[in-house]
């Protein structure tokens, strides 16, 4: 009953007038910086961090901003998805297969209303999880020591490497560059400048805004130019603009399915919205098996992956929170933020800020219901701002992102920075490098090597305290578990490779 | 691919003088069995020894559908980009935000194939607008450079 309490408190906190017109506010900035196309959820949440900084924001209320507009910009995502075919996020790719079929058949205003529902769904479903679970996982945390910190951020890393996919090798390399890269400026424990060339700017190490803006909106500028022959026409939206009765019904139980499906993954580590929704869709799609109209406009597969993607982007918040330690680009950015704020999240949040993490979820409600209630009359302004031309909109981009960085010190050498990082970044994403990765090593860097130098302290030395612990056990072979996966999925494509070139002979 | 070899050539050898340079740092006296010098190095090794791989079997790029091939035009506009981010960034204060940011979001307003007249009113309006969102309403200080005699 503990719990309950302490999620009434955290209504309390987040019911404040302020409070609830910052949700407002953050889920309809987030809604338009994830439907513009180049903006998606990293860039929006680092770009509102100087800025919740400058207002003088407590950190509760920065946290609440912060989440809204993550949602919200995995709602706006889903709006570029149907209405113009192209993704406003990675996430919401999968959307865009029956999604934009259905708004071609003159459904646009069931499939956006369809998909705002299924993502309420999942993130509603995925709330209650992260109020059920997040509590004991934070019980169970505190027995974490510095070894077991250590080794589970070590999981983390190999965890994106695993999940990724087809790249898992330039996963890796993405994250190692971003663990480094930690490493610049002074050495807290023995005030030894590291990587600095001895200029002052980076003595205190690079500014994580700088790296996110740089990385994420600076490259998005770039990759937008070899875009510009291109002309988008916006589906009109014609018709109802409500889904029935009937169409929930169908979908119901996909959303339950994928909104546990998309919770469980959100939770996991490295493994983000991307994967959950991909994971749903292809799912849903064998469980419906030939009577589905998949990939020609099924509402199934329409709610799927939104659901998938609504649940995760919650879901993500659990390690975040409990364990401080990031499932997601997006939510790395606001552990970063937290830290600004001398706020490290961990499995002491719970006891020492509990007005923060109560609020932030109790805020999650809110701000799921707000952009559901918000998504249907205001469908007709963010189709116009769909209509923005890039010649207007990378201006834009370009000069907030600016500000963004330079509100955090006022400095040529940060906007310099910022440039060649957005330089780096471009053509590692040519190169089909993963950005996140990076990311979220950046973020964890600096914690995992002070857990190890910790741990060492602690045993003065010996190198066994990373694996005599029970959990330190069970963590290492997680992260064995995760080595061996991409290796037997590429072993295993290549069977069938071998398969197909037999049966072709 | 061959660009990619060469990039990540040129990433291994960075992380190889990185590396030598960080082969250095000792702390003058320390309480700690782990000084500052071992994680840096732990992760450039690692890094370095994943970059060989990549080196030796490079991951084909997966050429995304919608993309159109790099060809001169497309990467000289991506070099004058770039240089006008640069130049952005470096005349950012001593021009001032509102002036530095009317002729930079014009500039990319035409790169990115804009007319003259739309280009000119749409970042006029953005620099004068945004300036006044953030140092006025949002309290972030912008650069006032070649208008601040104006006390706005």
């Known amino acids: ?505 | 691919m061959v660009f990619q070899r060469v990039f990540i050539a040129v990433w291994l050898i960075a992380g190889l003088v990185l590396a030598y340079i960080g082969w250095d740092y000792q702390a003058p006296f320390s309480y700690e069995p782990v000084g500052p010098r071992a994680f840096p190095l732990l992760m450039l090794g690692l890094m370095c020894a994943s970059l060989v791989y990549l080196l030796v079997k490079p991951t084909p790029l997966s050429q995304e559908h919608d993309e159109q091939p790099m060809d001169a035009p497309t990467l000289r506009k991506i070099l004058v980009c770039f240089l006008l981010l640069l130049a952005y960034a470096l005349l950012f204060e001593a021009l001032g935000f509102i002036v530095s940011s009317t002729l930079a979001g014009m500039a990319f307003a035409r790169l990115y194939g804009g007319r003259w007249k739309g280009s000119a009113i749409t970042s006029v309006l953005l620099s004068i607008g945004l300036y006044i969102l953030f140092d006025r309403i949002l309290d972030v200080p912008l650069p006032q450079g070649l208008l601040s005699g104006l006390e706005i």
């Open chain 1, 1 to 505: 009953m503990d719990t309950l309490t302490y999620l009434a408190q955290g209504f309390g906190v987040a019911m404040t007038p302020t409070n609830l017109m910052i949700a407002l506010i953050g889920t309809l900035i987030g809604t338009v910086v994830g439907l513009l196309p180049g903006l998606g959820p990293i860039n929006g949440v680092a770009l509102l961090i100087p800025i919740a900084f400058a207002l003088g924001l407590p950190p509760e209320s920065a946290l609440i901003l912060l989440a809204a507009v993550y949602l919200g910009c995995e709602y706006g995502g889903r709006i570029s998805s149907i209405l113009l075919n192209i993704p406003g996020e990675a996430s919401t790719l999968m959307t865009t297969l029956d999604g934009y079929p259905l708004a071609r058949q003159g459904r646009a205003g069931v499939a956006l209303s369809l998909s705002a529902w299924s993502s309420f769904i999942g993130a509603l479903i995925a709330t209650c999880g992260m109020v059920l679970f997040a509590p004991l996982l934070a019980k169970w945390a505190i027995a974490f020591g510095p070894a077991e910190y250590f080794v589970l951020m070590v999981l983390a890393i190999v965890a994106l490497a695993g999940m990724a996919g087809d790249k898992p090798m330039k996963t890796l390399v993405a994250a190692l560059l971003g663990l480094f890269l930690s490493t610049v400026g002074i050495d807290a424990n023995s005030g030894v400048y590291r990587f600095t060339f001895d200029s002052i700017h980076v003595a205190d190490g690079i500014q994580f805004v700088v790296l996110v803006l740089g990385l994420f909106s600076v490259s998005e500028i770039l990759l937008l130019l070899e875009k510009t022959h291109h002309g988008h026409t916006v589906v009109k939206t014609t018709g109802r603009m409500l889904f029935n009765l009937n169409e929930a019904r169908r979908v119901f139980f996909i959303n339950l399915r994928c909104a546990v499906g998309g919770f469980v993954i959100g939770v996991l580590p490295g493994a983000g919205a991307t994967l959950a929704s991909a994971l749903a869709y292809m799912t849903e799609k064998r469980i419906a098996g030939p009577s589905g109209q998949f990939g020609k406009g099924d509402i199934r597969g329409l709610a799927a992956p939104e659901t998938a993607i609504g649940a995760s982007c919650c879901g993500a918040m659990v390690p975040m929170l409990t364990l401080g330690v990031p499932g997601s680009g997006t939510t790395a950015v606001m552990i970063g933020a937290l830290t600004l704020y001398n706020i490290t999240p961990g499995p002491l949040l719970f006891q020492n800020e509990p007005q923060l993490v109560w609020g932030l979820i109790a805020s999650l409600f809110i701000a799921n219901v707000m952009l559901l209630v918000l998504n249907v009359p205001m469908i007709k302004v963010f189709t116009r701002i769909l209509a923005v031309p890039n010649w207007a909109l990378v201006p834009a981009i370009a000069i907030i992102t600016s500000i963004g960085v330079y509100a955090i010190h006022a400095t040529t050498f940060d906007l310099i920075l910022m440039v060649l990082v957005g330089i780096l970044g471009y053509i590692l994403r040519k190169l089909d490098f993963p950005l996140s990765p990076l990311l979220l090593g950046f973020i964890l860097g600096g914690l995992m090597e002070q857990n190890l130098r910790r741990a060492l302290s602690i045993s003065n030395g010996a190198l066994d305290i990373l694996w005599s612990s029970g959990i330190t056990q069970a963590i290492w072979m997680l992260v064995v578990l995760m080595l061996v996966l991409p290796v037997i999925r590429i072993w295993r494509r290549r069977q069938a490779q071998r398969k197909a070139l037999l049966a072709d002979a």
